[in-house]
């Protein structure tokens, strides 16, 4: 079955993320004589091909072996060495990421420092490709848009929790945008389970009516709308890989598929079936009709739909 998306970063918009590389690719091709011992002015990921790496992260041992991806935040000191007779090979890429080219996004996360990327088997291919095409000294386009790819990856993986205690950057807009952000994006990633809405409302640092109406202007629905939608959306992904509609209702939290049907239609406006014979046409040949007034229609329809009971 097609992987499902909807991880944490599912609901950021492309255009509220600023990533920059900072420098060209490190094309890392280290023998038993490398070592290094620095700290870096912006985040690093490194991550390993082949060989293996020890490293001491601030006074933390960690072991870097093929698959194995790491974050080295700024201002971490970091020791490196290779104490086998294999060479350890892999890339790191130093970087920013910020919402809006204003607030470092990664500071507000609680993320793992080091995992085993659980698609390693398809970022693989990936991985080498950027690094065998990094230019030496500049930052190409494709280069920009695969490695955040990669970065992704990553931080689903990764990922803990936001961290509640983190700083918001300044009072009023920017501060709201920050948590209406982190709210959607903590409903997005797991929108099947029971009062998540409700769990993301009480997370934020507002009184509870006045940021159900922030969410609302920002997102266009109330937060227990939008987990319907999101929902819907893997409800989606998943009919079209193959999945049946009792299956699908079963996997997405509802007893009764009829009840589960009557729920799609109505955030959606047509049934679980009608949606597959539109899926269907359109691998025959004709378009899906998923453009900016369907879009918008379906919308609005989500927007007048009532909670799931």
Known sequence: MDEIEGGILAA?????????????????????????DKENPVDDLVICLSGSGRYLIDGAPRLMQPGDAMLI????????W?????????????FTLSLHGRHDLLTQMELRPQVRLSRWSLLEPMVRHYRQSAPPASVTLGQHHLFMVLLIAFIEDAFIRWRRDAAYPMAGTDAMDLAV??????????????????????AAPYNADYFLREFQKRIGLTPRKYQEQQRMERAMHHLEAGMSVGATAAELGYADPYYFSRMFKRMTGLSPRDHMRRVERSRHGRLLALDEPD???RLAAMAKAGPAG
């Open 181 to 202: 952000m982190k709210a959607a994006t903590m409903i997005a990633a797991n929108p099947v389970a029971e009062g998540i809405a409700a769990q993301a409302v009480e």
């Open 73 to 80: 935040a700024r201002g971490q000191r970091f020791q490196g």
């Open 295 to 297: 879009q918008a229609a």
């Open 82 to 94: 290779n104490e086998g007779p294999e060479i350890y090979r892999g890339v790191a890429q130093h």
């Open 12 to 36: 950021i918009p492309a255009s509220a993320l600023v990533l920059s590389l900072t420098r060209s690719a490190i094309k890392m091709e280290h023998s038993s004589t490398w070592s290094i």
